[in-house]
């Protein structure tokens, strides 16, 4: 009898442990979707351990890919107080790098023409951007963009064979760049082509609306808990992104039908974007 008495208590304390544990884990109702601080997110996703790899896709058509990689830059410390003041086999962080590695598929674009762009970003500690390189290339032609903070230009280069040249245009006249890409500047969206003409100098900002919370990601039969992003962009344009507890980006969502799937998310055939839902 009391074997069963012992039993008994043991597996109600194991059914206990459970509930709360899930409870913990999803949360009850809607209590999911709370609110995160922003600031707490982007660290999750600044300093997440692994390369995020997506896959791209229009209307379920797939249409290249996506690497993001995000590090982390080490230092040692400086001062003889500063290495006391850190644990002995910690290393003090001195700021992050990103790199974005983007493919694209285009319609017939020509034997080894596929536009492939090259993106680094520094930014410092406080996550304030220092320099940014953007680099297309579509051969046999190759266009850089770059920017340093504090520096009130935008450098553009372009080389194809033995032909090349370089412009420098004042920031605040971001009209000019679609201008001088030229025929490149269709790779961007349309909507969003349209409205980088219509920029207006010191109006960027408001035109970004951001907020982070706790939400789910429905995949097949199954859900992952995870951090969403939502970012609004000239009060019309809004982007969803699905980020893993780690920082892993899992999937976004943009105008126009067009959907990134992190490469290990199941069933990424034709079509896999209506399966997923937020």
């Known amino acids: 009898m009391s074997s069963r008495i012992l039993f008994a208590v043991i597996a109600t304390f194991w059914v206990l442990m459970n509930?709360?544990?899930?409870?913990?884990?999803?949360g009850r109702g809607r209590e999911t979707l709370s609110e995160v601080p922003l600031e707490t997110v982007v660290d999750r996703l600044l300093n997440a351990p692994d390369a995020s790899v997506l896959q791209i896709q229009h209307h379920g058509e797939p249409r290249g890919s996506?690497?993001?990689i995000p590090t982390v830059e080490e230092t040692g410390a400086h001062t003889a107080d500063a290495a006391a003041a850190i644990p002995e086999g910690m290393i003090e962080s001195a700021g992050y790098n990103l790199d974005l590695d983007?493919?694209?598929l285009m319609d017939d674009p020509g034997p080894g023409r596929r536009p492939r762009i090259l993106a680094h970003l520094d930014l410092n500690t406080n996550r304030v951007w220092q320099s940014l390189s953007i680099r297309l290339f579509q051969r046999p032609a190759t266009w850089e963009l770059t920017a340093k903070?504090?520096?009130?230009?935008?450098?553009?280069?372009?080389?194809?064979?033995?032909?090349?040249?370089?412009?420098?245009?004042?920031?605040?006249?971001?009209?000019?760049?679609?201008e001088a890409?030229?025929?490149?500047?269709?790779?961007?969206?349309?909507?969003?082509a349209a409205n980088l003409q219509q920029l207006e100098p010191g109006k960027v900002g408001p035109k970004l609306s951001w907020s982070a919370r706790n939400d789910w990601l429905k995949l097949g039969r199954n859900r992952v808990r995870t951090y969403?992003?939502?970012?609004?962009?000239?009060?019309?344009?809004?982007?969803?992104?699905h980020l893993s507890r780690a920082g892993e980006?899992?999937?976004?969502?943009?105008?126009?039908?067009l959907v990134l799937l992190n490469e290990s998310l199941p069933g990424l055939e034709r079509g896999a974007a209506s399966k997923l839902s937020p």
Do not use: C, H
């Open 149 to 178: 903070a504090g520096d009130d230009s935008i450098g553009l280069r372009f080389e194809e064979g033995k032909t090349s040249w370089s412009q420098t245009f004042a920031a605040k006249d971001l009209r000019r760049l679609t």
């Open 19 to 26: 509930v709360l544990l899930w409870r913990a884990e999803f």
């Open 102 to 104: 983007l493919n694209l």
């Open 228 to 241: 969403r992003i939502e970012v609004t962009a000239f009060e019309r344009y809004q982007m969803i992104v």
């Open 249 to 257: 980006i899992l999937q976004v969502k943009l105008p126009d039908g």
């Open 66 to 68: 996506l690497r993001w």
């Open 181 to 192: 890409l030229g025929p490149y500047a269709a790779l961007l969206p349309a909507p969003m």
